[in-house]
């Protein structure tokens, strides 16, 4: 493992909210590079990008209609090339987010593969009907059935995600190909690695037998397309034609992998890729509709599943450690508490200081350093997310009541992570001076960068600190994990060791005084006001011997 990744922090830009350059209310390129200064500043040293390709944006951008250019709303490929040398410059790295899983129904292949012409012919993945309708029973990851019927064709194709975002075939070698110089392509140009999207799903088995039927009524893909019998195989292929021969980072969306998934495709060997993000802890608060639930989630499940990963990759796979991303709530209002400024403050260092300090790589999406949180529309219309509209629509016709659901919208829509970056206290949180895209979370006035980064007790200026030290710190990037006080329903605490010397991490994930503690050593990092023989709601403290 490269010593680069195991020390780098990653910092989540999502472009279309982190800052518009030209005022039209969409984030943009020359927005992300006049605030680079400010990532550097914060203590990260690379930067993962959603997509910024063309694409219909039925998905946000994760629906490609050309992966060698650049989403016009976005910018320009000058301004890319400027960007990179500017991040270059001050020693920050870019990750482009590589989504190859499926193309948008308005990439030229897929227009070529509907017209039966030549190589383009099989690029996806095309069945003949069954009796008539669908080839199976599977529904796609946002609603409704995942086959599309093409006339022209006489037959279904796959998306497992919207109908706009047919799969690729990756038995086809020339499919792989085309995939293996469109990364070149990006390398070539000199950036620093990808972030693959559900890269775990390329290898779906020969037969694609129904599904056990859910909630949805649709039959469920998941155990039967996702770590194919062919994935280990793919992945080294493009490692071996690619990856080996750059010096980058590499992390996979992998969905429904465990520790053992990940011996093999994070393994520390780099025969295939350097880490990957898996989904155990993003379940813990799932309720009989999946994810579309409002329950608290479970805490000592939580730390069973990240003390699990940390013992079973120590010294074999890497790990990479996050909150939340653009498809998930904010952490802060999910695994830490908002009901209060207080709270919301001394929660979001604590669960900042409580997962950074493991072993992995840490991800920081755009305006978690600010402790920013998850936002509640009134009104279904104000969500752009196809996922939340398309999940709305579903359950409500299915008799869940609008309120009710609403509440699971509060608490799980994709636009929790997407609302734009709040920067200051001006109009539209300093994000634009047009209207935008989506809206922006009211609390901007209170919470933003420009107020945080003058306070020093604020989330801003406790990330710092935190990425400072972790930077420092043997221990936090090799020490081996212990999970302590293993079955005490509000601590997280755990120890990590490196040659004789030991760093103590407690962490106080509800809002009452902890049971007495021995707080060893001397602290060093925390949350605390002052140090007493508990932990106080949502206090942090880190000790070193
Ligand atoms: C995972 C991405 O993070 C998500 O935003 C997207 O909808 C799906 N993959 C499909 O590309």
Redesign the pocket.
Known sequence: MKDWIKKGVVYQVYPRSFKDGNNDGIGDLRGLISKLEYIRDLGANIIWMNPIYPSPND?MG?DISDYRDIMPEFGTMDDFEELLAKAHSLGIKIMLDL?VN?TSDEHQWFKDSVARKGKYTDFYIWRDPKDGKEPNNWGGSFQGSAWEYVPERGQYYLHL?SKK?PDLNWENPQVRQEVYSLMKFWLDKGIDGFRM??INYISKPKELPDGKVGANGFGDFHPIALNGPRQNEFLREMNEKVLSQYDIVTVG?TVMVKPEHALHYANLDGSELDMVFHFQHMGVDSGKYGKWSDNRFDFMKLKRILSDWQEKLNGKAWNSLYWDN??QPRGVSRFGDDSTEEYRTKSAKMIATCLYLMQGTPYILEGDELGMTNVAFDDIEDYEDIDTRNSYKAFTEKGVPHEEMMRYVHRHSRDNGRTPMQWDDSENAGFSKAKPWLKVNPNYRTINAAAEIKDPDSVYNYYRKLLEFRKNSDLVIDGDFTLTNADDTQIFSYERRLNGKALYVFCNFSNKNTKKLDFKGKEILGNYNDVSDCLRPYEAIVFED
């Open positions: 998905d994760y989504v499926h995600f975002q999207d559900v969306e653009h498809d």
